[in-house]
């Protein structure tokens, strides 16, 4: 499990992850992660790698969303010299780059349909055929895909192959978003200011405990990377000082903001006629006796305002 400790989460939702990632690094098995942006999976595809017994061997990334639509084929499978204008020498592919290793294919949702049927011969086979050659050539590598859409819906609409999505979904790993385990902020949270504060060699900032409740109710669209950012900022900022909820960015505390219009009951509860009273006589204590601007001071017309003077005989 040691390649796994550097992600972080004791949550039920986590730990299940971490566990069939775990089981599966020791095989070969193709693995596809799923999860939304931030949720850890490239971190997660390098800890199966190291846990793996390609360790020794490259781990190679590719992003397929950042790659041009024309050179897909070629970056992966690599291309002979004059497969096509520009091909001025044989180049290996990311695949043959991976020999012996991992190759971590990136946002593959993105990639087109005709580079999939290609993947899907790999992944049966083995099999890669450069750019340019007619040759098949075996190539060794163990594959991970990530993704953060939702890929059965992209089957669904026809541009994901439905075959290739069940070779690469053997085993099925789902990165839970940061709020769907909210018992692992506070735990995350601390993690972050404390091993950043050592690596900027800063003195700790602590949270109040306002703040962290403020962390604990937030949604987190970012997830844990959106978490570690707002932890180094704090860091940089606020080294050894006391972090307050005002020093967390609006986004965080806007929902308090938001609620601080209601009244909060008392958790022993409270005495509602007293407390009717007492607000009636404070508006027009405030409203010096005008009874018309003391009603619109509790949101009451007159009339219901007159209503409750005499029904609490002040
Ligand atoms: N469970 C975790 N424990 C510690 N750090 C984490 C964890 N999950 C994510 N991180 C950190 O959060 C950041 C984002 O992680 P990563 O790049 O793996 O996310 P991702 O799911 O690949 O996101 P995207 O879909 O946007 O590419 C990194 O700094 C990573 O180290
Ligand atoms: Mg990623």
Not at 154 to 182: C, T
Request: with cysteine; hydrophobic share 40%.
């Amino acid at each position: 499990m040691k390649a796994f400790e550097q992600l972080i989460g004791e949550s039920p939702e986590f730990l299940s992850v971490i566990r069939s990632a775990d089981i599966v690094a020791a095989t070969d098995v193709t693995v596809l992660i799923e999860g939304d942006t931030g949720t850890g999976k490239e971190l997660l595809a390098q800890a199966i790698h190291e846990s793996s017994n390609r360790v020794e061997k490259p781990f190679v990334t590719i992003n397929c969303a950042a790659l041009p639509e024309s050179l897909v084929e070629s970056e992966l499978f690599g291309h002979k010299k004059g497969a096509f204008t520009g091909a001025v020498n044989d180049q290996a592919g990311y695949i043959k780059q991976a020999e012996g290793g991992t190759l971590f294919l990136d946002e593959i949702g993105e990639l087109s349909l005709a580079v999939q049927a290609k993947l899907l011969r790999f992944i049966e086979y083995g099999e890669c055929q450069c750019v340019g050659d007619s040759r098949l050539q075996k190539v060794d590598v163990r594959l991970i895909a990530a993704t953060n859409r939702n890929i059965a819906e992209q089957v669904n609409k026809g541009l994901f192959r439905e075959d290739l999505y069940y070779r690469l979904k053997i085993v099925p790993l789902e990165l839970p978003a940061l709020k769907q385990r909210s018992a692992d902020i506070l735990l995350i949270a601390r993690h972050f200011i404390s091993s950043l504060s050592e690596q900027h060699d800063l003195a700790s900032p602590k949270f109040t405990p306002s703040a962290l409740k403020q962390l604990q109710n937030y949604s987190w669209p970012g997830n844990v990377r959106e978490l570690r950012n707002l932890c180094e900022r704090l860091v940089v900022l606020l080294p050894g000082q006391e972090i307050t909820e005002h020093n967390l960015p609006v986004d965080i505390v806007q929902k308090k903001e938001a609620d601080s219009g209601r009244f909060k009951l008392p958790s022993q509860g409270l005495n509602l006629e007293m407390l009717e009273t007492d607000l009636l006589k404070q508006a027009l204590g405030l409203s010096q006796g005008n009874k018309s601007r003391a009603a619109r001071l509790l949101g009451i017309s007159r009339d219901a305002f007159l209503y409750r003077l005499k029904k609490y005989s002040i």
